[in-house]
């Protein structure tokens, strides 16, 4: 994994290079250890467990769900803003616009034999029964359906694009304007995909994603007749943030951490993502509204997350740049408790080469932080793309360094996945993801303990000092970080809480 360590260096010679490279004083490093230490203890899986069942039960008793908007997630906020609050915690409510989706219908059949497909979020409607055309595959490149030239003599027909080197908005309106009426979006690895179009605006033509073995499979069928019906609701809606803050620490250079509270509409959203916010919660009951910390820490409760990031976006836009700079560093737990887990950190160096590039400068030293943690009680790591699928992706935009835990959505574990983890190969890490089927019995929660340990641990690290990251030594900040610190939402129109 990342930050590899040479084996031939003495132990003690190691550790002297470490603290000097890391700018971290040994008495430091001890003080970090103590509150990280005293976190871990505090913070049990029964107490994150017993938020679950809440969720779980707001979910029942609010027609399944707790997607954005829905009195589902309103109870949901203002468990957790409650919770908060009782503790003494500063906590402000952040209102903000968004638009809803729902999918109403979503079925796809070639040559007469059903193909499953998911509606891509913000996808036009097809009329009900849907559309009727020839298929038009379009042949994979190292930038596949990107460009206007990948699409000829796709007028009037239904095209299948593979995923990946652009967004699955741009293939889709390069294939509407050479006069295609639908397209299909094969996965670029094993499991189904679920993606989004972006905005309402960048949506053009009815769009839906295939797995990666169904895309293959439909490659070998260009001409054939394709039915395609994909029906959404759309509405212009409002939702909601949950920001609590410490009444301790400097205001200058805040760690941060945050999830995401909604679920999709098809179900209670616990795994995804209760578990990151029953966690994150637990965390900041056991830490107190007034910790003995040299930096405050602040907590992001997202809503419509699952709408495209947009709590969570809003928040960072809502920020002058000088508010930006009081944020040290942002930590993100979004799916913590997968039923077939796997145990993954954000690649924040970039050493596996994935995807997207590093994050930014003091990534590399988060991601050590979680994987020095995790691998020293046992549990192997991989690192994960900076994707840009969850809440992290606002702030890496404006140059937060930023690293977190999951244990994966609907991609396959792999046969080496299972043989280090256990569970079982072939099958989704989650395979619940955003259905109904994501309740209480689809968490595994010896892994839940785990990440919710490391969350404590980081938490308790970086609330005593930053200075690996940022170079921020512990102590009072200087009057130039006086003058700029005060981080007040309601300044921007937002409500606070008394």
């Known amino acids: 994994m990342s930050l590899t360590r040479k084996r031939l260096i003495p132990p003690v010679i190691l550790a002297a290079c470490a603290t000097l490279a890391l700018g971290t004083t040994p008495a430091v490093a001890a003080k970090s250890d103590d ?16 938020h679950l069942i809440a969720l779980q039960r707001i979910a029942d008793a609010n027609g399944g769900t707790r997607a954005a908007s829905t009195d589902g997630h309103k109870k949901s906020a203002e468990y957790i803003a409650g919770k908060l609050e009782a503790a003494g ?3 402000t409510r952040q209102e903000f616009p968004f638009t809803y989706n729902e999918t109403l219908a979503e079925t796809l059949t070639v040559d007469g034999a059903g193909v499953p497909v998911i509606a891509m979020e913000y996808t036009p409607s097809t009329p009900v029964g849907g559309i009727t055309a020839p298929l038009a595959v379009v042949p994979a490149d190292a930038t596949p359906g990107c460009e206007a030239s990948d699409y000829t003599g796709v007028t009037g027909k239904i095209v299948l694009v593979p995923r990946g080197a652009c967004p699955f908005a741009q293939k889709q309106q390069a294939a509407a304007d050479a006069g295609a009426i639908g397209a299909l979006i094969s996965n670029n ?3 189904p995909l679920n993606g989004t179009l972006g905005t309402p605006a960048d949506a053009r033509i009815p769009t839906g994603g295939l797995s990666q073995a169904d895309g293959q499979a439909l490659a070998a069928k260009d001409g054939a007749t394709v039915q395609l019906e994909l029906r959404t609701f759309q509405e212009a809606r409002t939702s909601y943030n949950v920001i609590a803050e410490t009444k301790t620490g400097r205001k200058d250079n805040v760690v941060m951490l945050g999830s ?5 509409p098809a179900g209670p959203g616990i795994n995804d993502n209760g578990t990151g916010s029953a966690a994150l919660l637990e965390t900041a009951l056991q830490l107190g509204a007034k910790p003995k910390v040299n930096n405050a820490v602040r907590f992001g409760f997202w809503s419509a997350e699952e709408f495209g990031l947009v709590g969570s976006t809003y928040y960072v836009d809502s920020l002058s740049f000088e508010q930006q700079l009081d944020l040290a560093l942002y930590l993100n737990f979004d799916m913590i408790g997968s039923p077939n ?25 988060i991601e050590k932080t979680f994987v ?6 046992g549990v192997a790591i991989e690192g994960t793309d900076f994707t840009g699928r969850s809440d992290y992706g606002e702030f890496i935009a404006v140059g937060i360094p930023a690293g977190g835990l999951d244990t994966g959505a609907e991609v396959l574990k792999t046969e080496a996945q299972a043989t280090k983890w256990g569970g079982t190969a072939g099958i989704a890490f989650d395979p619940c993801y955003h259905q109904a089927c994501d309740n209480l019995g689809n968490v595994d929660r010896v892994a839940l303990d785990r990440n919710a340990d490391g969350l404590a641990w980081a938490l308790g690290v970086y609330a005593t000092s ?9 102590g009072k900040p200087g009057k130039a970080a006086k003058k700029h610190s005060a981080h007040k939402l309601a300044a ?5 809480a008394a």
Not at 492 to 496: C, F, I, N
């Open 372 to 377: 020095d943690y995790l691998t020293g009680r």
């Open 189 to 191: 690895e094993p499991g």
């Open 492 to 496: 921007t129109g937002d409500t606070a």
């Open 466 to 474: 930053t200075e690996s990251v940022n170079g921020v030594a512990p």
């Open 35 to 50: 509150l990280a230490k005293q976190l871990t203890k505090k913070v049990t899986l029964d107490g994150v467990n017993r």
């Open 89 to 91: 915690f500063s906590v």
């Open 341 to 365: 887990a796997g145990y993954f950190a954000y690649d924040g160096d970039d050493s596996d080469h994935v995807g997207a590039g590093p994050g930014p400068y003091g990534s590399a030293q």
């Open 260 to 264: 995401h509270l909604d679920s999709v």
